[in-house]
């Protein structure tokens, strides 16, 4: 591609085209590594850029060329630490500069917010986008098995799970700071909002939550058991599954004699802020 790219603001407009990019982008990686694909369905690429591109936390650009969206890049700035994704280019344009001039324009935007850090979950076996995430200045910090399998259905003794209400945000917030030196205020409060939050109680106090068990939630556990109570209540997990940390090998043999198998390992990664989490936790896409 010979012609320039230019970077701008999403428009709602742009979601379907950038859908479809995000359908085919993540599409032909995963299936050209022998890995199921993350979408399998187009409608589940113009529906994840319609949400991002109309959610007001989100600050999302488009790569163009020739008058043309080859591709976007989205940030969420709810929360202290910033996530980066869904990043897609269309596979026609790829190996052009475009998705490192998508990479800068999001990590200048996270410079000129003042935010204390920020993160991204990749797909390991993407040997490209892990390389262009090292050269701009990211860290590896965590290798992430994606697993995914029939709901568990136990209880575990002494764990009381709920579904959340607002009077519960200060100590799920409490909870993360806790685990991670921060917290994710902004996600918990959107989730709530759509009623996906649930937490654990143990002898009167919340020692875990999650937003969702799922790619797109995140969950904090003071223990391996407050998450696995978490885990086991499940009715489901939602997309390719939930990411458990590869290092915490107790919870993640729990989810193989559960009946949980690897889909696939992503990497989570950051610039700036991070902390060693104490305690129990699972990612969301973003991080």
């Known amino acids: 591609m010979g012609s320039a790219v230019i970077i701008r603001i999403a428009r709602p407009e742009d979601a379907e085209q950038c859908g479809r990019i995000c359908y085919q982008a993540f599409y032909t990686i995963n299936t050209s590594h022998n890995f199921p694909p993350e979408m399998p369905q187009v409608e589940m690429g113009i529906g994840l850029m319609t949400m991002m591109f109309s959610n007001p936390g989100c600050y999302c650009i488009v790569a163009e060329a020739d008058g043309r969206v080859i591709g976007s890049n989205c940030l969420y700035e ?77 209880s575990v003794e002494g764990c009381t799970v709920r579904a959340a209400t607002t009077s519960d945000v200060a100590a799920c917030n409490r ?25 654990i109680e143990r002898d009167g106090r919340i020692v875990a939550y999650t937003t969702g068990l799922g790619y797109f939630g995140h969950a904090v556990a003071e223990s391996n058991r407050d998450l696995q109570a978490l885990i086991a209540a499940a009715e489901g997990f939602h997309g390719p599954g939930i990411m458990i940390p590869a ?22 990664m950051s610039i700036g802020l991070y902390n060693d989490p104490v305690g129990a936790w699972l990612p969301s896409i973003l991080y």
Request: proline residues 4%.
């Open 175 to 199: 909870l993360c700071f806790q685990v991670h030196g921060h917290e994710r205020a902004g996600e918990v409060s959107d989730a709530l909002q759509d009623g996906e939050v649930t937490v």
């Open 78 to 154: 709810r929360s202290t630490i910033f996530g980066i994704g869904p990043i897609t280019v269309d596979p026609a344009a790829q190996n052009a500069g475009a998705g490192s001039q998508l990479m800068r324009a999001v990590l200048d935007r996270t410079e000129q917010r003042g935010a204390p850090g920020v993160r991204l979950v990749q797909a390991t076996f993407h040997t490209r986008s892990l390389s262009l995430y090292t050269k701009l200045g990211f860290e590896t910090r965590e290798l992430l098995c994606v697993m995914n399998g029939q709901p568990i259905k136990k």
């Open 247 to 268: 290092r915490n090998t107790a919870l993640f043999r729990w989810c193989l004699d559960h009946g949980l198998r690897v889909v696939q390992p992503n990497t989570l």
